[in-house]
């Protein structure tokens, strides 16, 4: 039997099969013509010529109508329904928690946080004309203060200027929440104030990480440092950042 | 024996058939009529829908595996489920014959068995 008449006989079979998904099909045709070809096979080895196998073969297998109508049995209306059914619920129910699950969000801001916390916002929009990265980490609890980045603009006088501080707060635990950065107080030569009393950007993002920027510290040649510290969750940090004076020209 | 197009207890066969060896669907058919002598004769086509409907029902599983033409065969394999079909079919398949043996021997004038 050609390929061909195999074909048409499949096709004479799942013509009775109306409720098989299109894979199951596939998979029906694939064994009748396999059984029909191992047959034709078997009989050419016995010495028929080629195209009396083929259609012995063929006439073996029977009625294609009525083997359609009892494999038709098999895949019941029903069953395709609920292997739709659920399959659409499935494709919901992911969709749902992807596109709803704050942790996801969260997460990838934890994590820009911890590898490349300059990537963000404030770092890629407020420039100034001294700047250093930095790495100074802080535990606060069980969660991580992280200056990334300090700025200087120095006055016309050449003594005075303003200092900026980049910085973010994330949790240790990547999928965990973060507290905001509002117990933070900033200042230099020993006066501190809420770092909100400055020029303070807060870009919360999500609760994965909040990143901040305090801009115009008033800064002298004298300051060597601007001191950042924070008091929350019964831990106390200071952190003590170098103005990069020796930059200026 | 004329040839039928279907036989009954074709499932009680097949359950036979793979509690020996993992089968495909023509090697069931020619193991079929080898060991029947070919008493069981059966239009091939009609093997399908029965393996389908037990494979449905859990009593066999199928997987496929490279023919050596290169082709992808599906074989059937029986489950514990099957296997524990089948002896209670085989149970009440000898129950049956014993008591349909016990009739003919007795219409025949051959006495209680």
Known sequence: ?249 | MEKRKTIEHTGLLVLSLLAGEDMYGYQMIVELARRSDRTFDMKEGTLYPILHGLEKNGVVEAYMQEAPTGRMRKYYHLTKKGAERLRAEEAAWQAYAGAVNAVLRFGAGLGPA
């Open chain 1, 1 to 249: 039997m050609s390929a061909m008449e195999r074909q048409e006989f499949c096709d004479r079979v799942l013509a009775k099969v109306r409720h098989a998904t299109p894979k199951e099909k596939t998979a029906i045709r694939a064994e009748l013509d396999a059984h029909m070809e191992d047959h034709a096979a078997a009989l050419l080895e016995a010495g028929y010529e080629e195209a009396e196998a083929a259609e012995r073969a063929m006439y073996a297998m029977g009625d294609p109508e009525e083997i359609g109508a009892e494999l038709n049995k098999d895949y019941p209306l029903g069953w395709l329904v609920l292997s739709r059914v659920s399959l659409i619920l499935t494709v919901l129910i992911c969709a749902t928690f992807l596109f709803s699950w704050p942790k996801l969000g969260n997460t990838l801001n934890s994590l820009q946080a911890r590898i490349a916390p300059e990537t963000s916002g404030f770092a890629s929009t407020a420039k100034y004309t001294y700047e250093r990265d930095l790495d100074i980490r802080a535990e606060i609890g069980g969660d991580i203060l992280r200056i990334y980045k300090v700025g200087l603009d120095v006055n016309r006088d050449g003594e005075t200027g303003n200092a900026a501080l980049f910085f973010c707060n994330y949790s240790k635990n990547p999928f965990g929440y973060t507290a905001d950065l509002m117990y933070l107080e900033c200042g230099t030569s020993g006066i501190m104030e809420s770092a909100r009393n400055y020029d303070c950007g807060w870009c919360s993002g999500n609760a994965g990480a909040y990143y901040s920027l305090v801009a115009k510290i008033p800064v002298t040649r004298t300051d060597n440092a601007v001191v950042l510290t924070d008091d929350h969750f019964g831990k106390y940090v200071r952190l003590e950042v170098s103005v990069p004076w020796e930059d200026v020209t």
